[in-house]
């Protein structure tokens, strides 16, 4: 991605959120102190309605006890506790008392229950009214909410219940109001506030039953959720109702009778219009201010973009051209004007540097390495050499001391020595192979195909007769990208790295490959579950190779492929767990097309299968002496 995309982006980001924080922060701040306010106004409304459902069950109870103190109402009590009184005398008295005292229920009941005199369903007289001769302190209680039943339909009221005691007998007034939409009218409703009653009178939402001041509530199906809700629950507090102009918060009150069943559900809540005008105030305020910042960004941006990521982009190419091998490689500038073009200079000063550096090193570890190799090369003969010294020597006490057997000691000998030979033959001839390796041929190269490529021609090796098996695991990064190398080289150094995992755990174990990709390296980890090594960090490499069989050639090998490839290598031995050879490669300039790397497992194999059978040629010439014997290391190493 460009520079001026990513300003442009970054730009329009910081611009658009910092509009967008800023108009969340004002529309959270509203609502909050909009909260706040009708917290306050439902609070104060609650309270308004607590004190008016007091003072109305005052008065039912006022009406109540100066009907039961009346003059007429004892005379009733009196005639109807003798034995021969006739209740029906006063079938129609309720209907005139209720009338005066202005009250909408009134039933006369006489001391077995029996219904006397009823003023809202004449048509129920004789029944029985059990539940008012099932408490003896009416007196002393005050008024209730409860269901009244009227030919027709069932109303909510605001009842209080009354004794008229003559001797043992008694007689019963049950009278109220009814609970509507009168009684609310009764409040004083803030503007902006709404406050509905729901007769709770059926087990299911009956949209009829929810009233406001001025009757039916509108739109009563949006409370159906809520008025479930508390009859299932009966919890009150704050529920959130859907509207038109977004939800709005209802704080519910429920309303119990006598024996503590909900009967009612007052709402209190707020229109919220206010509040949802000033939000879309707010966020339309917020889209022409972004709408104005994002455009100002575009033009910073593009106008930063021309000064700066042009010469970016000359440094950019310069820089994968550095990057596939090219040293004197530099980016064009016309004059170091800001901060990019002074950065497009220092990388040519640089490059320059690195060009002249890099033939110094690469010198320098030719000859690191070329020692090494050399000191290697002496250790490995010693063992061949040593080997045929003991056998001229034993070869001549034998002509001292048994020249009987003489003939027989000399073929075995002659057999013995030439083995050797052919051991030291081989050192030379790889050594020499190893002199004459190749410049790389590089090319973008997709490590997951060789690694698996290499640890495939292993498969015989894992499993092999006469040791216990080795497990391989491979944890690959198949997001890894392409890097610059050879692939037949690289085939190579995998390969001789495994192959000695695999002499470095005789009794089986577990191989594991992992390939990942961090700050533009891929790096490459081959680990074995050996032995370990008990050695100082800064010397992992030497007792490495001292682990290897060949390990004079292998190391040297590797090290001068990774070298080759513009790498890091590293190794980790850890006491009791194992061996860890760490390889890191560069990432592939992208504007290079990486070709197939089919031929990479065919580059090793023929030289391998031909040291094999070299040396299976070789083995029967020794006696049983030299077979049992250890193998010499270098060769040990090229077998495989």
């Not at 229920?105 to 003023?119: H, K, R, Y």
């Not at 081989?426 to 698996?452: G, L, T, W, Y």
């Amino acid at each position: 991605m460009k520079l001026s995309t990513k300003l442009t982006i970054f730009s329009v980001t910081v611009v658009a959120s910092s509009v967008g924080l800023f108009g969340w922060g004002v529309d959270r701040f509203v609502r909050q102190q909009s909260e706040q306010e009708q917290r306050q106004k439902s609070g104060t409304l609650i309270t308004q309605f607590r004190r008016e459902f007091a003072h109305r069950g005052d008065e039912v109870v006022y009406a109540i006890d100066g009907i039961a103190q009346a003059e007429g109402t004892l005379r009733m009590a009196i005639d109807l506790s003798r034995a021969q009184s006739d209740p029906s005398l006063y079938a129609r008295d309720s209907l005139g008392i209720a009338s005066s005292r202005q009250i909408d229920f009134l039933e006369i009941v006489g001391d077995d229950g029996t219904l006397i005199s009823s003023a809202q369903w004449p048509g129920r007289i004789g029944f029985k009214n059990d539940w008012v001769t099932q408490r003896a302190d009416w007196n002393q209680q005050g008024a209730f909410l409860s269901r009244v039943e009227l030919p027709d339909k069932v109303e909510l009221g605001l009842l209080c219940v009354r004794t008229v005691n003559v001797g043992e007998k008694k007689m019963y007034l049950v009278g109220g109001r009814k609970l509507d939409s009168d009684f609310l009218q009764a409040l004083v409703i803030p503007a902006g506030m709404q406050v509905m009653l729901y007769r709770n009178l059926e087990a299911a939402f009956v949209p009829e039953a929810l009233l406001d001041s001025e009757g039916a509530a509108a739109q009563p199906e949006r409370f159906a959720g809520l008025i479930g809700s508390m009859q299932k629950q009966g919890r009150e507090g704050e529920y959130e109702v859907p509207g038109s102009g977004g939800d709005q918060k209802f704080v519910a009150l429920r309303l119990t009778g006598r024996s503590n069943e909900m009967l009612a559900v007052v709402l209190v809540g707020n229109a919220q219009d206010t509040v949802v005008k000033t939000s879309a105030y707010i966020r339309n305020a917020g889209l022409v201010i972004g709408a104005a910042g994002v455009l100002l960004a575009l033009i910073f941006s593009w106008s930063l973009s021309v000064t700066v990521s042009r010469p970016l982009e000359r440094l950019e190419k310069a820089a994968r051209e550095l990057a596939a091998g090219d040293w004197k490689a530099k980016a064009n500038v016309i004059a170091a004007r800001n901060e990019a073009g002074r950065a497009v200079s220092a990388f040519n000063e640089m490059t320059a540097q690195l060009s002249a550096k890099r033939q110094g090193l690469v010198q320098a570890e030719r000859v690191a390495a070329w020692r090494e190799l050399a000191r290697n090369f002496a250790v490995e003969l010693k063992v061949p050499l040593f080997s045929l010294q003991l056998t001229l020597e034993n070869l001549e006490r034998a002509r001292e001391k048994t020249p009987e057997k003489f003939d027989g000691i000399f073929e075995e000998t002659m057999r013995m020595a030439h083995a050797e030979m052919d051991n030291l033959k081989e050192i030379v001839a790889h050594f020499s192979d190893f002199a004459k390796m190749r410049q790389p041929r590089m090319q973008a190269v997709n490590v997951n195909e060789v690694v698996r490529a290499a640890v495939k021609s292993f498969e015989t090796a894992f499993h092999a007769r006469g040791r216990p098996p080795v497990k391989p695991e491979l944890v690959l990064d198949e997001g890894a990208e392409k890097i610059w190398a050879d692939p037949e080289l690289l085939y190579k150094g995998f390969e001789n790295v495994i192959a000695n995992s695999l002499n470095a755990m005789p009794m089986g174990g577990t191989l594991t490959v992992q390939t990942t990709q961090q700050n533009g390296m891929v790096r490459v980890e081959i680990s074995d579950s050996g032995s370990g090594q008990d050695a100082e960090p800064t010397e992992a490499a030497i007792r490495y190779a001292a682990k290897l069989e060949g390990a004079g050639l292998g190391l040297a090998t590797i090290q001068t492929v990774v070298s080759d490839h513009g790498g890091r290598m590293s190794v980790e031995a850890i006491p009791g767990a194992g061996t860890a050879f760490r390889m890191e490669f560069p990432i592939a300039p992208t504007s290079v097309k990486a070709p197939e790397v089919a031929a990479a497992a065919k580059a090793s194999k023929p030289q391998s299968d031909t040291t094999t059978r070299k040396s299976q040629d070789a083995a029967p010439v020794k006696s049983q002496e030299t077979a049992r014997s250890p193998k010499p290391v270098l060769a040990r190493m090229m077998d495989i």
